[in-house]
Nanobody, 123 residues
Framework: QVQLVESGGGLAQAGGSLRLSCAASGRTFGTYNMAWFRQAPGNEREFVATISRSDGRTYYADSVKGRFTISRDNAKNTIYLQMDSLKREDTAVYYC????????????????WGQGTQVTVSS
């Protein structure tokens, strides 16, 4: 298990930007595949983006592709989600997650989760 602490959520206008951060504990942060998920009230937790531990390859949900960017800074034990061109449908609680095996896109395959940070997009 790795402890994850998220920050950077807030209120943004449609078309605006936010940058989420997820700080992880432990000296072996670089051994984890990392991902961002989001969940709106009453909805299932859905995949947003993932970044692998091996080569830093990224993968995005179609709904955010071209607008969001996931990145990793192993020296700071932190991953980021740069969110540009925000839409009202991006409103959700955003969670980061860690998995030592593979950069899965299914939430059920992750054991370590952050507490979540609220992102609200208004028009």
């Amino acid at each position: 298990q790795v402890q994850l602490v998220e920050s950077g959520g807030g209120l943004a206008q449609a078309g605006g930007s936010l940058r989420l951060s997820c700080a992880a504990s432990g000296r072996t942060f670089g051994t984890y595949n990392m991902a961002w998920f989001r969940q709106a009230p009453g909805n299932e937790r859905e995949f947003v983006a993932t970044i692998s531990r091996s080569d830093g390859r990224t993968y995005y949900a179609d709904s955010v592709k071209g607008r969001f960017t996931i990145s990793r800074d192993n020296a700071k034990n932190t991953i980021y989600l740069q969110m540009d061109s925000l839409k009202r449908e991006d409103t959700a609680v955003y969670y980061c997650a860690a998995n030592p095996i593979y950069h899965y896109i299914e939430a059920r395959r992750y054991d370590s989760w952050g507490q979540g940070t609220q992102v609200t997009v208004s028009s």
